[in-house]
């Protein structure tokens, strides 16, 4: 049996998947999934953030620890957690039995423009305005993060979780501190499969190519989602690390 961990990314948690856990849990039929707050997020919103992904992948291990799940593991991870990912596999690649990347970048691999786009600054201040409300918050960031129409039900589900585990502006700083110093290691020393989403407006899908070039590394775009490619299509994720899973975790 091979446990999945599921990673999200800056300022989001476990509950902001939405039905791709089940979905992954049900084409791949015996294997655990598991869902990972990052520290100062989600279960652990009370708690601070690291200020590196180092401390991150940490935090993510000890977690594992604690609930007593060995590895080791496959882990689907998004943007932020997608960096974690990458270190994960860098500093402890016995623990892992692949990665699956989605919209996710690095330093040393791609420039700053290309891992934030400068556009989406303008769209996220809503986002990081002390004085706005949850709901001005969340529309902000369905807007910058997914290509759907705007979908209340999804908003008011986020609000609800934002009010039950705040994200602290000082973790939500100290991500971003973390995400922007990030640098790729200098090899990748398991398998893993890149996804992106070709209309992504919050990271430029180039630096996913680039994490695939780096490494050898098979990638597969998705010609219409956005940046929260599981929210926007969580069936083609699922389709994509079922593939994967059954041509043998090829990219090395």
């Known amino acids: 049996m091979t446990t999945w961990i599921l990673l999200r990314g800056l300022g989001r948690e476990a509950r902001h998947w939405g039905r791709l856990p089940p979905l992954l849990e049900e084409r791949l039929p015996g294997e655990r999934v598991l869902t990972v707050d ?10 601070a953030s690291p200020a590196n992904v180092a401390g991150m992948v940490e935090a993510v291990r000890a977690e594992l620890r604690a609930r007593s799940r060995p590895g080791p593991y496959v882990v689907l991870a998004l943007s932020l957690g997608g960096m974690v990912a990458m270190e994960w596999a860098a500093r402890f690649p016995g623990e892992l039995q692949g990665c699956i990347l989605v919209n996710s970048s690095a330093g040393r691999l791609s420039p700053f423009w290309q891992r934030l786009r400068p556009g989406a600054w303008l769209q996220l201040a809503p986002w990081l305005q ?52 990030y640098r790729a290691p200098a090899r990748l020393p398991v398998p893993a499969l890149v996804l992106a989403s070709a209309q992504d407006r919050l990271v430029s899908p180039r630096a996913s190519e680039a994490i695939a070039r780096a490494w050898s590394l098979p990638l597969n775009l998705h010609p219409s989602a956005g940046h929260d490619l599981p929210l926007d299509d969580p069936d083609w994720v699922v389709q994509q690390a079922v593939d994967w899973v059954l041509r043998g975790f090829p990219g090395a």
């Open 38 to 47: 990052l520290p100062g997020s989600g279960r652990w919103w009370q708690q």
């Open 130 to 181: 002390p004085r706005a409300g949850d709901l001005d918050r969340e529309r902000a960031v369905y807007r910058v993060t997914s290509n759907l129409p705007l979908h209340d039900a999804v908003v008011d589900d986020w609000v609800a979780f934002a009010r039950s585990r705040p994200v602290a502006r000082r973790n939500l700083a100290r991500q971003l501190f973390a995400a922007a110093r």
